[in-house]
């Protein structure tokens, strides 16, 4: 089965950009017509999709999130990576990884378990 592990900093300065590591098993993310990206829950609210890359590499970001989001990946690792500027107390979520069945597709079949991340001085 497919199994998604996020990790990085779970603090993170303003002004600072937030990086996070998704660790996939079980799967390619260069194969097939998945997606996978990254969606958060700031606390108290519902969940925000960021964006998302292909199994081709394309990405596909969040339209108020674009400017600050990037979405890479090291296919030799078989990790995907988010990095957010600028952040702010704003951006203090829970952080999730996901799989989709396909870029902009929604439909979430695996997720990682979620990570921590505030933004505090």
């Known amino acids: 089965q497919v199994q998604l592990q996020e990790s990085g900093p779970g603090l993170v300065k303003p002004s600072q950009t937030l990086s996070l590591t998704c660790t996939v098993s079980?799967?390619?993310?260069?194969?097939?017509?998945?997606?996978w990206g990254w969606i958060r829950q700031p606390p108290g609210k519902g969940l925000e999709w960021m964006g998302a890359?292909?199994?081709?590499?394309?990405?596909l970001y969040s339209p108020p999130l674009k400017s600050r989001t990037s979405i890479s990946r090291d296919t030799s690792k078989n990790q995907f990576s988010l990095q957010l500027s600028s952040v702010t107390p704003e951006d203090t979520a829970v952080y999730y990884c996901?799989?989709?069945?396909?870029?902009?597709?929604?439909?979430?079949?695996?997720w990682g378990q979620g990570t921590q991340v505030t933004v505090s001085s």
């Open positions: 079980g799967g390619s993310i260069t194969t097939g017509s998945y997606a």
């Open positions: 890359i292909g199994s081709d590499g394309i990405t």
């Open positions: 996901y799989r989709e069945a396909g870029l902009g597709y929604g439909g979430y079949d695996y």
